[in-house]
């Protein structure tokens, strides 16, 4: 069966300091992966999503960024953490999205 | 563009209460619905979903039938319980790589 992880669980970040927050899949090939924002309240904010190796597509500007380095890896990453970016982050796998994600356990991040 | 609608919240029921969400939607062609559940602190679980009108998505008692005359996905349960608390997403895919969500709608049941 297949199998999200996220880590860490819970992060608290000084402004300024870099980020790097990883996502893995298992039992699978070729998913789709997704990044999500859930700010203080509860909409969720699409950050970014792939849908192959290598290929990023960014709904948001902003001081974010994402890799894929391997096919069932994606990474969310910073140079230089702003306020702002503290929240609920969601990483989320599909095979296709007509039958819907898989939601990971999210990171909570915290910029003090 | 693509777009889902659902009722501001909190919606605070008493135990065994009966429960409906609204949800309605804007897409092209035949979507795909889904109900999504987020309890405190966890990522999002899918509660259930359907794919075509007149499909009803059901689970762990709760259920929604796929409207396509009213464009609309209302998640219904007959009687909540205390663990039920929690928020509940609507979501819709026509095709696209990406869900489209609503805001979602926070559940509190009260002993």
């Known amino acids: 069966s297949q199998t999200i992880h996220q880590w860490p669980a819970t992060l608290v970040q000084p402004v300024g300091s870099p980020l790097s927050l990883e996502c893995t899949v298992e039992?699978?090939?070729?998913?789709?992966l997704y990044w999500y924002r859930q700010a203080a309240g509860r909409g969720l904010q699409l950050l970014f999503y792939?849908?192959?190796?290598?290929?990023i597509s960014s709904e948001v500007p902003q001081n974010l960024s994402a890799s894929r380095p391997q096919d069932r890896q994606f990474i969310l990453s910073s140079k230089k953490l702003l306020l702002s970016d503290s929240g609920f982050y969601l990483c989320?796998?599909?095979?296709?999205?007509?039958?819907?994600?898989?939601f990971g356990s999210g990171t909570r991040l915290t910029v003090v | 563009g693509d777009s889902v609608t659902q009722m501001e919240g909190p919606v605070t029921l008493s135990e065994e209460a009966f429960l409906t969400i609204n949800c309605t939607y804007t897409?092209?062609?035949?979507?795909?619905l889904f109900w999504y559940v987020q309890y405190p602190g966890e990522g999002l679980q899918l509660l259930l979903k359907?794919?075509?009108?007149?499909d009803k998505g059901s689970n762990k008692g709760f259920e929604a039938t796929y409207r396509k005359e009213t464009t609309s996905f209302h998640l219904e349960k007959g009687s909540v319980q205390v663990s039920d608390s929690a928020v509940y997403f609507c979501?819709?895919?026509?095709?696209?790589?990406?869900?489209?969500f609503g805001k979602g709608t926070m559940l509190l049941v009260s002993p």
């Open positions: 989320a796998w599909s095979a296709d999205s007509n039958y819907g994600y898989t």
């Open positions: 039992g699978t090939s070729n998913p789709n």
């Open positions: 792939s849908v192959g190796i290598g290929q």
């Open positions: 897409a092209t062609g035949y979507p795909s």
């Open positions: 359907a794919t075509k009108a007149d």
């Open positions: 979501a819709l895919n026509s095709g696209y790589s990406t869900l489209t």
